[in-house]
């Protein structure tokens, strides 16, 4: 009788004590207002710019279904601990706008360990309107490949409906067969011309009777009548210098042919185009012929693998923003990227009268971000030196000034317009204000505007840290006459990408963005920052 006695009074007081806590408000933080570092992690999915929920994407293989009237992007799904042996296999998503994702889940499986197949490697899809066929030309990756077998070969696997798919087991494309490397024979990309389909693979020559590839890389050019055989045409082109290039695409806008491809070269590491008015022309363009004078870069270094798609209409590039590790902003390298994959960036490609390419925001963002967040200063530095006027939402700046503004969210849209007082003027907007170093100093994430003569480029820097990141710059851009910068930059929780101008794309990698303080900064020269938005999903 006591036990029970004792049970009924202590599960009354454990409800009394659950009532009470309920009754209690519970503190909340005031966004607005707070100047203070938050520890915010990542949303389990990305809306904007996809990551599976569960590791991350590499090399993507864009498809628009004619169909479903819809793209497809396939990629190679990354796990934080790959099987050894056997690993990436395509998985996918789908959408129609660009801007919002479904997922499909793994298309095409790895082979087994001892398969050619066991890892697969980037490649493209295309649809055969005569067949009603779908096939998927991707790198068959073998695991510890004896002398007598190759490392790497194209390969292929067909489907009626997308879903289920078929891999043709007796279907090889051989480097060996052709005098081209059997280690590096990759990333196979097909497009549609008069006299048929044609094919361009990145490799290496291998001579016959050696067993050592040459320093410079080539495309290989294959064309086949109905993609079923193929006939090899001989180098598409040499690679430039000692570069090995790989993703390549080959595709016509307007009156002019392009090659896009990622240059994995460690120094560059960057996604570029060549272009000419015929393809024997855009085949002749890697002597090099650079299209303008930033060698035809598209991105900075946090977007790699970059692979396009078309509707007829628009062409969209995906390619990847790399995780880092440790979510450590500052784990960068000047000389290669530490960590392979991460997160699918997407840009439209869009085309100058001259032919020059460049990379702009995905339209439907507009129609996705569309809730007005109020721009508010909670912190201004140089105000009281004469350094720093606001009047009417226009920030007028000299040098060492800045307006920090409240805390964003995981979604943000923000757009300004930015004047410079000389083409010499330095200035920068940064990220996660609010966070400590060790000898408390507030320590956060910029990225600057610095001129170089007649150019700039984007210095990235840990402010109060590590300083200068080397391996976060971007391309050098030309300072506009009116030294007026029309910027736009889109967040999705750690990923950040920002357009200036229509001549500057620069991705980035900044973790705890989201829930955190952001600031303007004028550095050196003056500054003035007007019509400030900022909208949120």
């Known amino acids: 009788m006591k036990t029970i006695q004792i049970v009924s009074i202590l599960a009354m007081s454990a409800l009394m004590l659950t009532g009470c806590e309920q009754s209690i408000p519970q503190e909340q933080k005031d966004w607005e207002n707070a100047t203070t570092y938050f520890n915010a992690s990542d949303e389990a999915t990305s809306t904007t710019y996809y990551i599976p929920s569960a590791g991350s994407a590499g090399d993507p293989l864009p498809f628009y279904d004619p169909v479903a009237k819809e793209y497809k992007i396939l990629y190679l799904h990354n796990f934080e601990q790959n099987q050894e042996e056997t690993f990436h296999p395509l998985w996918g998503i789908r959408t129609t706008d660009c801007a919002t994702y479904s997922p499909m889940g793994e298309v095409l499986p790895t082979g087994l360990a001892g398969e050619q197949d066991a890892a697969l490697g980037t490649g493209c899809v295309v649809y055969d309107e005569s067949e009603k066929l779908y096939y998927i030309y991707y790198t068959g990756e073998r695991y510890k490949p004896a002398a007598a077998e190759d490392r790497q070969v194209v390969m292929r696997a067909t489907s009626t409906d997308f879903q289920t798919w078929t891999k043709d087991r007796l279907f090889r494309l051989r480097g060996g067969d052709y005098g ?85 070269s460690s120094f560059e590491r960057r996604v570029h185009y060549l272009k000419g008015h015929t393809i024997d022309e855009l085949k002749a363009a890697t002597n090099p012929n650079w299209p303008d004078s ?38 960068i390298s000047a000389d290669a990227e530490p960590k392979w994959g991460g997160t699918l960036v997407v ?20 129609q996705k971000y569309t809730k007005a967040k109020e721009v508010k200063a909670v912190r201004k530095f140089g105000e009281e030196e004469g350094n720093l006027t606001i009047a009417d939402g226009t920030y007028t700046m000299k040098a060492y000034s800045s307006v920090v503004f409240s805390t964003l969210g995981y979604h943000n849209h923000i757009c300004m317009t930015a004047t410079t007082t000389d083409k010499t003027d330095r200035f920068g907007i940064s990220f996660v204000r609010g966070t400590r170093n060790e000898e408390g100093a507030e320590k956060y994430y910029s990225i600057m505007v610095c001129p170089d003569g007649n150019n700039n480029y984007i210095r990235f820097e840990e402010e109060q840290g590590k300083w200068e990141l080397k391996g976060g710059g971007s391309y050098p851009f030309a300072i506009p006459a009116d030294r007026t910068y029309h910027i736009d930059i889109y967040t999705d929780n750690s990923v950040l990408v920002m357009y200036i101008n229509d001549v500057l794309t620069y991705t980035q990698r900044i973790y705890n963005l989201q829930r955190n303080g952001w ?7 003056g500054l003035t920052v007007k019509d400030i938005q900022i909208k949120q999903y």
Not at 313 to 321: A, E, H, K, Q, S
Not at 347 to 366: I, N
Not at 519 to 525: D, F, I, L, Q
């Open 347 to 366: 840009h439209k490609l869009m085309q100058r009268e001259d032919g020059t390419l460049y990379t702009a925001a995905v339209p439907a963002f507009e």
């Open 519 to 525: 600031s303007v900064n004028c550095y050196e020269g």
């Open 180 to 264: 081209y490397s059997t280690i590096n024979f990759r990333d196979p990309y097909i497009w549609r011309m008069d006299d048929g389909w044609h094919m361009i693979v990145a490799t290496k020559p291998m001579p016959a009777g050696t067993k050592a590839e040459e320093k410079d890389g080539c495309f290989a050019e294959f064309t086949s009548p109905d993609l079923k055989t193929w006939t090899h045409k001989g180098k598409f082109s040499k690679m430039i210098w000692d570069r090995f290039l790989e993703c390549p695409n080959v595709f016509k806008m307007g009156d002019w042919w392009y090659l896009t491809y990622s240059d994995m």
């Open 294 to 331: 930033k060698e035809g870069a598209l991105d900075g270094r946090a977007f790699y693998a970059g692979n396009t798609a078309s509707d007829g209409t628009d062409r969209y590039m995906w390619g990847w923003c790399p995780e880092r590790r440790g979510k450590d902003n500052t784990d």
